[in-house]
DNA sequence: TTGTAGGCGTTATCAC
DNA sequence: GTGATAACGCCTACAA
């Protein structure tokens, strides 16, 4: 009735429980007939190994890092919140998750990081930076010294990363797209998007996305050429300032990148921010007030949460070797309106 | 440096492991003097208690119960397969979740289910069924025998349940209302709302949220009267159909309730399957393939793998009397299209 | 190739 | 009130 333990497995296959555990976790210098008896009793007696007992008596743990950007961005504030949130409520369950911060903008010290991590005390990396050659070199290295590896949010296919944990742009653009064609009340309109880099992969995505519904779907509709704040804010105020004088009838703005807060300050200033259909990327306490007092009419957002929660559980599960459940891993592209916001 | 153990709290507070062991778990039988030396010991040396161990030293195991209601119906479907799915994965974390299946619309055959449970093999239930008075007795009594009850999907707010997983429906009500009314091209439209039964509280709620909408944002939209197929395919054809010849100039199909099948089958027997806005509710096969032939324009979903984690994660923390993390634990929202699908 | 004995960190059952 | 001591189920030297 109770469950079996590999104390059964051993009386019931005739053997001792060193043999049952050689078996159990595949190590060599068992017999194969051997095997298969214990095999044959662990099927029998339905065993399934406890993963409380096994974890105790390994003194399994998990250590990881997070190389994360640094520098002010408010979808950074709220993950770090969430990642240290998740990190404490796990650390009954061994877990540890340390944030190493990187100037943002300086790949070479995401590299200098990566290379000094005391990779004897590690189990795992979490990266979130943009792709670069040197980057891609550094995961390599990591991953020749056995560590597992996700990227984070901004993926480096080209890297020997064991898993990204993210949306894909891509889609997340056609997203945006669509809520952008339908919400536009009238058939032709012209649409500014805006980021602060064209050379990031994940803007560049977005707009390809964006552009693509576009064309399919609401052809009247005309996608002025991306402007560029370069994270700066007087910048932005500029541009977008400039913008709306050269083409005055501009009827949606699609904020492809961070800087939501100039963007919309300069909409109020000039007098657009109400009647212009806006959808924005990440929920942060910017885009959520925004929402509410009807300024950005659709967020397309990735839960910090989920994140957070996936590259922990990726991670360990790499650790142990241990098959990924797909489907719970897949990060959902939520979109995020007024009505609905959590 | 390594993580401190009941050991280490005993020799710094200079008592015994039993002694620590009573002060962390509260028990009685030991001076305040002590406690409080105790208390100390483990704020001074940082000690968090490993769950790993904790929960084999107890034998600690959760057995619960899943009521359901049986029939057909592609939402119950993918939710039990859910379940199924996340059980076995946890399986090796000491947990088993049955499924106790009821018959539907039989609130007597739901009363019956929940007394007759064995309740001395038994940790927790989770129940889903429309709130009666008999059920809401039913759910006291399982409380004062001790044992945890969660409401799963449909609320029960006036029995003495530990939590409520699912959504609000009134604000998916609101959320279907605003797509509606922001994907219907023109200012002036009449909308069809269709469900299985205006008795379901889901569905009064859901329908009470989209007229406030429309009301709010929509003046010039007016939503029909709800009309009813009571589970009943060739009633659905019948009353669809009616509602279209009487009705001719109807822009949108707001569906309320399960029935998506028959729903689906009449708008395209009659023609009018591509021209309308429709949004429907839980994505299920038939609403994925709707919405990527376009027939269905958007789908207000609970995310069932959320729903049946945050169900089983709750009724673990009841067992154990811990805290649970609201944040994780609040089922969003999920806005589905075309180009979001998962 | 197989078995024995002890330990992982916590809890529970005894005595004192 | 307090303290030894033996579980819990699994893993791992080391011995045979």
Redesign the pocket.
């Known amino acids: 009735m109770?469950?079996?333990?590999?104390?059964d497995?051993?009386r019931e296959a005739?053997?001792?429980?060193?043999?049952v555990?050689?078996v159990?976790?595949a190590?060599?210098?068992?017999?194969a007939?051997?095997?298969s008896r214990v095999r044959e009793a662990v099927e029998r007696l339905g065993?399934?190994?406890?993963t409380?007992?096994?974890n105790?008596?390994?003194?399994r743990h998990y250590r990881f890092a997070f190389v994360l950007p640094d520098g002010p961005n408010q979808f950074l504030d709220t993950f770090r919140a969430a990642l240290r949130e998740a990190a404490e409520a796990q650390a009954a369950d061994r877990l540890s998750a340390r944030i190493e911060a990187v100037p943002a903008h300086d790949p070479h010290a995401v590299v200098r990081m990566l290379n000094g991590l005391p990779l004897s005390r590690l189990d795992g990396v979490a990266i979130m930076t943009p792709e670069t050659p040197q980057v891609r070199d550094a995961v390599g290295r990591l991953k020749a010294e056995g560590i597992p590896v996700v990227a984070l949010v901004s993926d480096l296919p080209n890297s020997p990363r064991d898993h990204f944990v993210g949306i894909n742009s891509f889609q997340a653009g056609r997203t945006a797209g669509v809520l952008m064609g339908r919400f536009i009340r009238s058939d032709a309109a012209r649409i500014l998007a805006v980021t602060n880099s064209m050379q990031a992969r994940d803007s560049i995505e977005r707009r390809l996305g964006f552009d693509q519904v576009m064309a399919e779907d609401f052809p009247g509709m005309a996608v002025l050429p991306s402007i560029e704040s370069h994270d700066d804010p007087e910048r932005m105020a500029r541009i977008v300032e400039e913008a709306f004088r050269s083409t005055p009838d501009i009827a949606g703005v699609y904020s492809m990148g961070p800087g939501n807060v100039p963007l919309l300050e300069t909409l109020r200033r000039i007098g657009r921010a109400r009647d212009l259909v806006v959808v924005a990327h990440e929920l942060t306490p910017t885009t959520r007030a925004a929402l509410l007092n009807r300024e950005v009419d659709a967020v397309i957002n990735q839960n910090v949460g989920h994140l957070v929660r996936s590259a922990l559980r990726v991670l360990r599960a790499k650790c142990d070797g241990a098959e990924i459940f797909e489907a719970q891993e897949r990060i959902r592209i939520d979109i995020v309106l007024r009505e609905n916001l959590p």
Chains 1, 2 share one sequence.
């Open positions: 109770a469950r079996p333990t590999v104390h497995i051993a005739g053997v001792s429980l060193a043999t555990d050689r159990l976790n190590r060599p210098g068992v017999r007939q051997t095997v065993y399934v190994r406890d409380y007992a096994a105790l008596a390994r003194q």
